[in-house]
């Protein structure tokens, strides 16, 4: 994988997701707090994927923000008629393009309404890949397990601990490292 020269390599993990990526499928979620560099890794792990299918006409790709999907679908609620129904369809099938980048998790508009369209999303995940029809997935949250659990229900965090390999990165966000402060 080509990492840009300001990512700060940390050469265990990067084995670790390196390994994972090298296979037909896989679903990762990173954890951790803002700016510790989740996007950063996950940028790069769907930049070296799409590389190699992005001339396969097939191959179907995605990279959105949480809210960006949510706010999707609440647009395509808004729709009628066939319209309507194809843009639920796309908004619901997320998760299933070839290759996925779901960015911030947990950043969108929180409600009972965005919680079970998650919850949705995730379970017509869970059903393909246990009918084999698996992906590639890569999912960013500065929720921790307790906090998926909370906002989307046990069920979606269960489903979630049984096909993806869940990463909490520990290190400090390189944004506050940089903070230049001045004070009068």
Same mark, same amino acid.
């Given at each position: 994988?080509?990492?840009?020269?300001?990512?700060?390599?940390?050469?265990?993990?990067?084995?670790?997701?390196?390994? *994972?990526?090298?296979?037909?499928?896989?679903?990762? *979620?990173?954890?951790?707090?803002?700016?510790?560099?989740?996007?950063?890794?996950?940028?790069?792990?769907?930049?070296?994927?799409?590389?190699?299918?992005?001339?396969?006409?097939?191959?179907?790709?995605?990279?959105?923000?949480?809210?960006?999907?949510?706010?999707?679908?609440?647009?395509?609620?808004?729709?009628?008629?066939?319209?309507?129904?194809?843009?639920?369809?796309?908004?619901?099938?997320? *998760?299933?393009?070839?290759?996925?980048?779901?960015?911030? *998790?947990?950043?969108?508009?929180?409600?009972?309404?965005?919680?079970?369209?998650?919850?949705?999303?995730?379970?017509?995940?869970?059903?393909?890949?246990?009918?084999?029809?698996?992906?590639?997935?890569?999912?960013?949250?500065?929720?921790?397990?307790?906090?998926?659990?909370?906002?989307?229900?046990?069920?979606?965090?269960?489903?979630?601990?049984?096909?993806?390999?869940?990463?909490?990165?520990?290190?400090?966000?390189?944004?506050?490292?940089?903070?230049?402060?001045?004070?009068?």
């Amino acid at each position: 994988m080509k990492y840009p020269d300001w990512y700060q390599k940390n050469a265990k993990l990067c084995a670790y997701i390196e390994e *994972l990526a090298a296979k037909d499928s896989f679903a990762i *979620l990173l954890t951790g707090k803002p700016g510790c560099g989740k996007t950063a890794i996950a940028e790069i792990v769907f930049d070296h994927i799409y590389a190699m299918y992005k001339n396969d006409s097939r191959f179907s790709y995605v990279a959105i923000s949480a809210d960006k999907m949510y706010s999707n679908y609440m647009a395509a609620m808004n729709q009628s008629g066939s319209e309507r129904t194809a843009a639920i369809e796309k908004a619901e099938r997320y *998760l299933m393009y070839d290759l996925v980048l779901l960015d911030e *998790l947990g950043c969108e508009i929180s409600s009972d309404a965005s919680a079970s369209y998650f919850a949705r999303v995730f379970s017509m995940q869970y059903e393909a890949w246990k009918d084999g029809k698996r992906n590639r997935v890569i999912i960013t949250t500065n929720l921790n397990i307790e906090g998926i659990a909370s906002v989307y229900g046990s069920r979606v965090m269960d489903r979630i601990a049984e096909f993806y390999h869940v990463i909490t990165l520990t290190n400090d966000s390189w944004r506050m490292k940089n903070l230049k402060q001045v004070r009068f």
